[in-house]
């Protein structure tokens, strides 16, 4: 099995995202999973032009930037995880481009295509209440269903307003969602 991870904070290692994240596939990896993870926040991704070239051209993006190796990876995983930070009660900006330029998967036969895939969704907050910011996790899980992924785990972890503060709970919660993916 093949898992991909899309980290999306500008904090980088420190981030409980790309930690979350990171053990999450690790578990996964103990498992017997091949996995890789991109960090958007690294990465050059425009944002969706909206012209349609990839309705026209299967799924194939007329823009040529970092989403060409990632649109390659999705093809041929059999799971996704991506974390990213609530900033301002949403996902990060980079992350909402990212899910974006998925707009190339939709509307095509990706699931014959490509095979059925999983989804997991880890998103990091400074709000204990892990259900403040619902809302834009469900959305960002709604995207990737109407694709064609099943959605398996969408997971807030609170109280993390400082970069490497995930309690003991949250990192063993991390290593259920990269579990669940088997």
């Known amino acids: 099995m093949k898992i991909i991870g ?4 500008p904090r980088g290692e420190a981030s409980n995202s790309t930690i979350a994240l ?3 596939l690790d578990a996964a990896e103990a498992k017997g999973a091949e996995v890789e993870i991109f960090n958007i926040a690294e990465m050059e991704i425009s944002d969706c032009h909206g012209d349609n070239y990839c309705k026209a ?3 194939e993006c007329a823009i040529k930037d970092g989403m060409d190796p990632i649109y390659e990876a999705i093809k041929e995983c059999d799971a ?4 990213s930070p ?3 009660f949403d996902l990060t900006a980079r992350t909402r481009a990212f899910i974006d330029r998925l707009y190339a998967f939709y ?3 990706f699931t014959e295509n490509y095979g059925a895939k999983k989804f997991s969704l880890i998103t990091t907050q400074g709000m204990p209440d892990e259900s403040a910011f619902k809302a834009a996790m469900d959305l960002a899980a709604q995207a990737f269903a109407t694709i064609g992924f099943e959605v398996v785990d969408v997971e807030a972890f609170g109280d993390g ?3 490497n503060s995930l309690t003991d709970e949250q990192v063993e919660k991390a290593k259920k969602i990269g579990e669940n993916l088997l």
């Open 161 to 163: 307003n400082q970069a």
């Open 107 to 109: 509307m095509t036969p």
């Open 6 to 9: 899309i980290a999306s904070s």
């Open 57 to 59: 051209h299967g799924d």
């Open 86 to 88: 609530i900033y301002f």
């Open 80 to 83: 996704l995880v991506l974390a």
């Open 22 to 24: 990171k053990t999450a």
